[in-house]
């Protein structure tokens, strides 16, 4: 057994010849303490659930967007954080509200060594944030601080009730770094065509709407999702966000060279998916190398249709001497062309 930074997951090594499987910390980093935030609409939409598994969200009582770095509970959308110590982070995700009228434009956080957050702060904007339930995955240089203010800009709909359904701080797992989204081109069949195969690695770990997420239509534990990453990729770890229902708890993960799974080199490894809904679940492995990976459902919670919000894989980060043999080889070859 093994854990994961996120949730504890049974690993099997499937296959002859896989290394040991190697345990680190994964990205997602605790969720921060609330100091403050701006008027919740009502006891039901507090700035809380933004960390809460389940499907409440924050929202306003119609504070709209208000003026930059405010502590007026009644002036603006925002919410004030608190890690407790100093961390670094260089991935945030925001699930929007689920609806298309309490739309936020521009928002950003503000990363601060101290209670007070001013413009001397490092800010980090987003442009779009994103709407009815998305998620986008929002990458920057990683920022370092104890304290972070989220906070909306502009709005970009027709209520002012702004706010967010749940939120992800995340740091790249060190050693590595994210691979571009692969083409998602099989699996089972999918719910309608607002929850297709390709919204389950598409940069948007969101839930309902169009395209934030991939929903089978009954598939239970025999739901599955084949994806190619156009070559062969070293993949050593991999951010599994789940639906906010219809879970999926057990998983298999293959990964192969061909793309119906079938050649010998095909390898498998075995999860247990936290049982809560819309929850990250992180694992990180030894490298494996593979062009097609396969997630096969195992086990199901919840109604039928299981799915997937959004999955990222990892690659190792080049060794600093691979890069200079590479450079090395570059220029031989340029000298022999010239020669």
Do not use: H
């Amino acid at each position: 057994m093994r854990k994961s930074s996120c949730v504890r997951g049974l690993v099997a090594v499937v296959a002859l010849g896989l290394g040991a499987v190697s345990v680190a910390r994964a990205g997602q980093l605790p969720n921060p303490g609330i100091t403050a935030s701006a008027d919740p609409f009502s006891p039901q939409y507090v700035a809380s659930n933004v960390f809460d598994p389940a499907a409440a969200e924050f929202a306003t009582s119609g504070n709209a967007a208000g003026t930059p770095f405010s502590d007026d509970p009644n002036d603006g959308t925002w919410i004030n954080f608190d890690f407790g110590e100093t961390v670094t982070f260089d991935t945030f995700i925001q699930r929007t509200r689920v609806n298309n009228v309490d739309v936020v434009g521009r928002s950003r956080l503000v990363v601060s060594d101290d209670e007070t957050f001013d413009a001397s702060d490092r800010i980090v904007e987003f442009s779009p944030t994103g709407q009815n339930g998305a998620g986008l995955v929002q990458r920057f240089a990683p920022q370092t601080g104890r304290y972070v203010r989220w906070e909306v800009l502009t709005s970009a709909g027709t209520s002012p009730n702004l706010g967010a359904k749940q939120m992800f701080f995340m740091n790249t797992p060190k050693g590595l770094t994210p691979l571009a989204n692969p083409t998602a081109y099989n699996g089972f069949t999918p719910f309608n065509a607002n929850y297709a195969w390709q919204n389950a690695a598409n940069g948007n770990a969101g839930r309902d709407g169009t395209g934030n997420e991939y929903a089978s239509q009954g598939g239970r534990a025999a739901t599955f999702i084949d994806f190619d990453f156009g070559s062969a990729k070293k993949i050593a770890g991999f951010d599994f966000f789940n639906r906010e229902s219809d879970l999926i708890i057990g998983y298999d993960m293959l990964f192969s060279d061909t793309p119906d799974f079938s050649s010998a080199g095909t390898q498998t490894l075995s999860f247990v998916a936290s049982p809560d809904a819309g929850q990250v679940n992180e694992e990180l492995f030894d490298p494996i190398t593979a062009r097609y990976v396969r997630l096969r459902a195992t086990s199901a919670s919840g109604a039928a249709n299981t799915g997937v919000s959004e999955i990222i894989f990892y690659t190792p980060v080049p060794e600093p001497g691979a890069l200079g043999i590479v450079g090395i080889a570059a220029v031989g070859m340029l000298r022999r062309r010239r020669a």
